[in-house]
T-cell receptor
Framework: QKEVEQNSGPLSVPEGAIASLNCTYS??????FFWYRQYSGKSPELIMF????GDKEDGRFTAQLNKASQYVSLLIRDSQPSDSATYLC????????????FGTGTRLQVTL | DAGVIQSPRHEVTEMGQEVTLRCKPI?????LFWYRQTMMRGLELLIY????????DSGMPEDRFSAKMPNASFSTLKIQPSEPRDSAVYFC???????????FGEGSRLTVL
């Protein structure tokens, strides 16, 4: 079992809707969590990170962390076709946060 | 500022041949990472360096894989001999701090026949 689990999708949402991407992790030592976006054939790019329980908002993106449930999510409001990509969830430990464990990603399709 | 630069972008080779992948990190970034990405296993960390020193190579699959960082601006990942199961996209990434904010290169797609 991978330490970070994601539904591979595809998750299909209509333009303008809220996309909800979910991630669970098994390592309770993980303290920091990251969402990377990867367009087809391209490299991952960081879009959000969260260290504390609760919500963190950045523009149309909101990351949510629940350490008790070992659950991380990414909400994308007003989804656009340009948001169509694979979203990778990753977890890291305090002190060695660079050593990230990635999930296999969820593919998001935003339809017109 | 230029991003992380990897070469070659594509490599097709035959089983048993030596493969060398190259990476130039972002100037000033003290951390360099080599990841491998496949459909089945996703992104896996192979090895990472801090200030040119290998810190954790526990992800290197076997002795056929080796990585070096002779200076702050250059790293190589070598596979010798290569096998078909090594076919994947190999990403190099760098970061300024050990915070998980990684900057990835465009990747090297390796196909071993």
């Amino acid at each position: 079992q991978k330490e970070v689990e994601q539904n591979s999708g595809p998750l299909s949402v209509p333009e303008g809707a809220i996309a909800s991407l979910n991630c669970t992790y098994s390592d309770r030592g993980s303290q920091s969590f990251f969402w990377y976006r990867q367009y087809s054939g391209k490299s991952p790019e960081l879009i959000m990170f969260i260290y504390s329980n609760g919500d963190k908002e950045d523009g149309r993106f909101t990351a949510q962390l629940n350490k008790a449930s070992q659950y991380v999510s990414l909400l994308i409001r007003d989804s656009q076709p340009s948001d169509s990509a694979t979203y990778l969830c990753a977890g890291g430990h305090t002190g060695t946060a660079s050593k990230l464990t990635f999930g296999t990603g969820t593919r998001l399709q935003v339809t017109l | 500022d230029a991003g992380v630069i990897q070469s070659p972008r594509h490599e097709v080779t035959e089983m048993g041949q030596e493969v060398t992948l190259r990476c130039k990190p972002i100037s000033g970034h003290d951390y360099l990472f080599w990841y491998r990405q496949t459909m089945m296993r996703g992104l896996e960390l192979l090895i990472y360096f801090n200030n040119n020193v290998p810190i954790d190579d526990s992800g290197m699959p076997e002795d056929r894989f080796s990585a070096k960082m002779p200076n702050a601006s250059f790293s190589t990942l070598k596979i010798q001999p290569s096998e078909p199961r090594d076919s994947a996209v190999y990403f190099c990434a760098s970061s300024l701090m050990p915070t998980g904010e990684l900057f990835f290169g465009e990747g090297s797609r390796l196909t071993v026949l």
